[in-house]
Structure formats: structure tokens, C-alpha cells
């Protein structure tokens, strides 16, 4: 098959870890018979200086036009001032909007070597594989009104938690679609004894699950589930949340996995492009010196292939080589060991040539 992939690098070790992962694209694409496109843009920091914007319109238009988009990471402190107007970060926001990407997928496994590298007491680990399914273009990070004034001579703040039912209902459908895959079990969490939209998230929960009979859903109060997370993780397959609980909620759970480094994510609309990026960010503490784990947005690139290209075999391809390469001690820093960027990718390779799937159909 022949895909248009645009690269957003990024900021920091964006671009670090957006090259091992096209490194792992051309390997799959010349293993399979694909043809892979790829067209780099400016996209956070660095479209700021170049532009005076985060995201500019053509970028936008080019994502658009692409069959997938792979992200690195944005921001750094050079663009942390928080008085500035233009913010790395709103290039993100703008990308989501603009490709109506309203859900946001951040599978969570623990592979069992790395067990000693959480924090997490080694049995509570056994068996945790979560996907979390987060709204990721509604709720209180985009509800209005927003904003500050003075009422009263008092200053105050206000943020909207708004849903509307077909916002809860294509997330909490997707979630139920996945779910068929998996272990068929999925947990809606929400604060349903104090919020009005959770009340109307639960029942549109309830409804697509009159849809699906041969699925558990089981609805969890969000403190309950942050409580869960850490005391009995493989008690979860796919939970789904809205906006600001599932922002909270994932990177909990990325915590399981012993490093962020090691974390995909999709994100994913009804049509068009999907957008795929590791949950870390821009990581200016060890930019530029060969140290970060490329192996999220390696993972990223696997979910790209299986959900935008429909390419499950060389996905799972992909994922076999990651687990691979840790089951034979492939360490980067954060991880405990020696290997540099490029060196944890190379292990992914070699394995990759080894994958059973990997040889051409
Ligand atoms: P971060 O995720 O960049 O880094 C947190 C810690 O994890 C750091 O010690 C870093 O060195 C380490 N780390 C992260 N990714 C790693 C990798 N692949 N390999 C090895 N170690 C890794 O979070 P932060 O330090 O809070 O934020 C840094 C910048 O990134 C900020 O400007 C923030 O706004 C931005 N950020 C961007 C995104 C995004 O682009 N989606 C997400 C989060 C933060």
C-alpha cells in the first residue's frame, strides 16, 4: 500500500525519537511492500519562532490531506514564559480540533521484565493490560463560558463541564468496538453522584451497552478508579472517561509501565487522518544528548499502522520487536541501562527481521 504520513517533530527529543520511529516505518515498509511518504512540518516551538504561531494554517491542511500524522513532542522552557499569548501547547489543541480527533487511546501493559522498574509492588502487576480511552475535544477544557473577570469587586474564574449526548456516545461506542478484541469488559468513569454530565455520560453509557450484550459494563466514580489504578490495575481492560479525568487518569496509569518513555498513544476521529504521538513530552533535561527511550513513539508508529493504514499484522509485528528486544535487555536510561536512541531502536530492528510475521506475505 502507498500512505502520506506527516512527521510533526516538534520540540526537544521530538525529532530525536520521531527519526527512530521512521527508522522502524521504512524497515516494516520494506519488509511488507509498502511505500511510505513522509513530509516533515513545524509544529510547537519551533513553528512559533518560524512563524510566530504553533500551528499554521498550511500544516494544518497537510495533516489533513495525510493518511496519518506521527508527533513527537512540544514545548520547552525557551516558551514557558505564562504570560506569553502564543503557547507551544496550543498547536496540540489546534491539531485536535482540526482533525476532529475526539478520542484518545493510550494502551498500558507491563512487560514482565520490566516489573522491578515501577513503582508498583511486583504483584500487583501480573497480567495489567488497559487501554484507556480518553474524550479528548469536549468537556471542561473546552466548555463555555470560560474565563476570568471581577464579579463583585472579587476576582473570579469559571470553566464549563458541558457534554453534549452524541459526544459521549461515538467515545463510549468506540470503546465498546475495541473492547471486542480484548476481554470485553469496559469501565466508564465519571462523578456521576455529583455531576450533571456525568449523569448524562452514565446513561448514554448504559445505552450502548444495551447495544452490546456480550460486554460488561461496569461504571466506576473517578476517585474510586484512581484508587484502582494503583491497588488492583489488572482488575481493568478498557476504561473510558472524559476529557480532564482520562488527562489525569493516563498518566497514573503510565506510571504502571515504569517510564513514560514507554508509552504510545492514538488519537483517533470518525474519518481522516489519525494522530499519533508517546504520551511524554519535549524532555529539555536530556534533549540532544542520544538518551531518550524511542520505543513510545515506536509504539506509536505500530498503533498508526494497525488505525490508520489497517495494517494489523505489520502492527503486531512491531509490538512483537519491542517486547522482543526488552525480553533480551534492550535498556535505555530511564529504563536502568546504557543503550543511546539510536541503539534501543537497532535492537527493535534486529528482532523485527526475526518476527515470524515479519516475513513478506
Ligand atoms: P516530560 O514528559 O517531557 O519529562 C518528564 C521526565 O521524563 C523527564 O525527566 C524526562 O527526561 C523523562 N522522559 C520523558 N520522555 C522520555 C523518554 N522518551 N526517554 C527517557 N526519558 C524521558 O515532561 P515535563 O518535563 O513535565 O515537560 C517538558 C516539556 O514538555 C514542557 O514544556 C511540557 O509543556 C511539554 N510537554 C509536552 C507534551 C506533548 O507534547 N504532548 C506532553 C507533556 C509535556
Request: proline share 0%.
Given at each position: 500500500m502507498k500512505a502520506n504520513i506527516v512527521l510533526l517533530p516538534g520540540d526537544g527529543i521530538g525529532p530525536e525519537v520521531v527519526a527512530e520511529a521512521v527508522r522502524v516505518l521504512e524497515a516494516v515498509a520494506t519488509a511488507y511492500g509498502h511505500q511510505f511518504a513522509f513530509s516533515e512540518r513545524l509544529m510547537g516551538g519551533c513553528a512559533i519562532d518560524r512563524f510566530?504561531?504553533?500551528?499554521t494554517d498550511e500544516v494544518l491542511v497537510d495533516c489533513r490531506a495525510s493518511d496519518a500524522v506521527l508527533l513527537g513532542a512540544v514545548g520547552g522552557p525557551k516558551w514557558d514564559d505564562p504570560t506569553a499569548t502564543v503557547r507551544p501547547e496550543q498547536g496540540l489543541l489546534g491539531l485536535r480540533k482540526g482533525l476532529g480527533v475526539y478520542a484518545n487511546l493510550r494502551p498500558v501493559r507491563v512487560h514482565p521484565d520490566l516489573v522491578d522498574a515501577s513503582p508498583l509492588k511486583a504483584d500487583r502487576l501480573a497480567g495489567v493490560d488497559i487501554l484507556v480511552i480518553r474524550e479528548l475535544t469536549g468537556g471542561l477544557y473546552f466548555g463555555q463560558p470560560k474565563g476570568r473577570g471581577r464579579v463583585n469587586g472579587r476576582e473570579r474564574a469559571v470553566d464549563t463541564l458541558e457534554y453534549y449526548e452524541h459526544e459521549v456516545r461515538r467515545v463510549v461506542e468506540l470503546a465498546f468496538r475495541l473492547a471486542q478484541d480484548r476481554r470485553r469488559k469496559v469501565t466508564s468513569v465519571d462523578k456521576a453522584n455529583v455531576l450533571e454530565s456525568s449523569r448524562l455520560w452514565r446513561q448514554v453509557a448504559n445505552a450502548v451497552a444495551a447495544e452490546h450484550s456480550n460486554t460488561a459494563l461496569e461504571h466506576m466514580l473517578v476517585d474510586t478508579a484512581a484508587m484502582r489504578l494503583i491497588s488492583s490495575p489488572a482488575g481493568f481492560d478498557v476504561i473510558v472517561t472524559e476529557n480532564m479525568f482520562g488527562d489525569i487518569l493516563t498518566d497514573e496509569a503510565s506510571v504502571l509501565a515504569g517510564s513514560m518513555g514507554l508509552l504510545p498513544s492514538a488519537s483517533l476521529g470518525d474519518s481522516g487522518p489519525g494522530l499519533y504521538e508517546p504520551i511524554h513530552g519535549s524532555a529539555p533535561d536530556i534533549a540532544g544528548r542520544g538518551l531518550a527511550n524511542p520505543l513510545g513513539t515506536i509504539l506509536s508508529a505500530a498503533m498508526l499502522l494497525r488505525y490508520s493504514l489497517n495494517l494489523p499484522r505489520e502492527a503486531a509485528a512491531v509490538e512483537a520487536a519491542v517486547d522482543a528486544a526488552l525480553s533480551a535487555g534492550a535498556r535505555s536510561a530511564d529504563l536502568g541501562g546504557r543503550l543511546t536512541t539510536g541503539e534501543t531502536t537497532a535492537a527493535v530492528l534486529a528482532q523485527l527481521q526475526q518476527q515470524p510475521a515479519a516475513l513478506p506475505a
Open positions: 510566530g504561531t504553533a500551528l
